[in-house]
């Protein structure tokens, strides 16, 4: 996070304010977000996309439509207020729902997101002695560059190492750097550290490398609890599902200590798109996710659709009484196996339970009909139970999916695209294939 001027520091410090005022629901709340939509407003006059907007108001902001992602993707630069030269970091959206969004961001966009989320974390991060390795991409997609800021913003000695990056990481060199800087905070891709654990434990590292890590804060792709938990028996840690936001929308919750994920009300204005219109968000509710980042600079956003599925909740057991979010996905998400939708967090919820799987791949046949699930094992376990394993596997496929597979098998490998992971990653490429000839049992 850079700060060169004495505007970029008093900024900073007026979001910090800001953060920490707003994280829970207040009597200023009114007044506050009437002024940071206005100022978001005004912002966004100067885009083509919302060139035509009304002098602002509270009434005019909940007459707006909703914005689509599918709108932001097909005429990126037209929510843009800034030319692509002019922001001080350039950076582009995967592409794993269609072409890769361009992203620039100016100073004050990457401050703002900085502080919203480090803010949050300063309880588990902050003055507790951590040393963080970050296993994530930092080339055109920002989420190691926002970590490396999280760290910097609270003082703590950190490293990148993404394993993927030819020429400077591998497996070698990570566990290598790790018996010097012994890391207790791993920022990670769930399939990264998927694919790491299985390495570590086939050359008997595991034990050792696992000693001095607490957090395991996974982010960058969908984590569900059972994954979490697996993750944290194996390294003896906790595991947590960091973080929930996008590239064009910047960050939008941030986990507790009880890995819960809390909005980050500070920085954003939320409401829920169900079958009353677009309504406020308040705990009890249930709907699609619409956000306006108060603070996005370069690109104003207002009423940006998320698309997912979220429900809120208050009472967290943290004792922070701002609303809790969970996320269950896209409806496009899903994909028909066997005649049944299925999503990510379904479907690993029931693969994971046992902790003993090392990743997955589904296969189906082109009609649709026919689906064989391989599994890659736990190297320390015992093969003779695998096939208690795979009839628990069906039975609660059968009970929670509608379904039963035609096939389950427990394999030693699977493709490394199961697990690269990280930011790079699309469940529908990386966990199908479709195969031409059914090959029998």
Known sequence: MKINSRSDLDFMERIQQQVA?????????????????????HRAEGTSAYASLDPFSMRAFRDLHATSKDDLKARPLDYL????DAGLKYYQTTGTTGAPTPTPRTAQDMIANTVSVAE?????????GHRALILLPSDIVPVADLMVGVCEFLGVPHVKAYPYTTGISDWDRIVGLWEVFRPTVLFVAPGVLLQFSQIMMKRGLLDQLRESVELLMLLGEVSTPELRAMA??????????ASYGSTESGTLAACCPQDRLHLLRGANYFEIANEDGIVPAEAGREGRLVVTPLNNDARPLLRLDMGDDVSLTDGCPCGEDSTVVTVHGRGSDGTEIKGSRVRTRDLEGIIYANRDVMGYLIEVDEGGTWARLLLERDPSTD????????????????EHLGFRWDEVRFVNRLPVTTKS?????????????????????
Do not use: C
Request: hydrophobic residues 35%.
């Open 21 to 41: 005022a707003h994280r829970r629901e207040s009597r200023s709340d009114e007044a506050y977000y009437t002024s940071k939509l206005a100022e978001v407003w």
């Open 81 to 84: 207020r800034v030319p692509i």
């Open 120 to 128: 949050t974390w300063r309880t588990m991060l902050a003055d507790s």
């Open 232 to 241: 944290g028996h194996w390294w003896n840690a906790r595991a947590y599902d």
């Open 383 to 398: 093969r003779e139970a695998e096939s208690a394993k795979n009839a628990a596997i069906q039975r609660r496929t059968d």
């Open 421 to 441: 992971g990280g930011s790079q990653k699309s469940w529908k490429r990386s966990n199908f294939r479709v195969v031409a000839e059914v090959v029998p049992a």
